[in-house]
Nanobody, 124 residues
Framework: QLQLVESGGGLVQPGGSLRLSCAAS????????VAWFRQAPGREREGISY????????KHADSVKGRFTISRDNAKNTVFLQMNSLKPEDTAVYYC?????????????????WGQGTQVTVSS
């Protein structure tokens, strides 16, 4: 069974950067498409970035386009989310999720495998 662990969250000032990691164990992450989601207090979980198995094909939500970049290093069994120009509204718990299918989806219902999340707080 694939297991996912997110890391790299923390407190950062507006305009700053963070790089989140989604490390996999148990199976090769290269066989899975991966997406990043985030959930702010009182809000629904939002899909923000996706990377496919092959290509890779990449998709970002409008809310992060031009600021966030998703990438994968199959040799390290890890997917990354580089977050630049962070804003207070980016504050949330960030989750990675994986699935066998390449749906280019940012819907929570299309993913069965989830990490436990990492907190990102953007504040001065």
């Amino acid at each position: 069974q694939l297991q996912l662990v997110e890391s790299g969250g923390g407190l950062v000032q507006p305009g700053g950067s963070l790089r989140l990691s989604c490390a996999a164990s148990g199976r090769a992450l290269a066989d899975y498409s991966v997406a990043w989601f985030r959930q702010a207090p009182g809000r629904e979980r939002e899909g923000i970035s996706y990377i496919s198995v092959t290509g890779p094909k990449i998709k970002h939500a409008d809310s992060v386009k031009g600021r966030f970049t998703i990438s994968r290093d199959n040799a390290k069994n890890t997917v990354f989310l580089q977050m630049n120009s962070l804003k207070p509204e980016d504050t949330a718990v960030y989750y990675c999720a994986a699935d066998f299918l390449d749906l280019m989806s940012l819907k929570t219902t299309d993913y069965n495998l989830w990490g436990q999340g990492t907190q990102v707080t953007v504040s001065s």
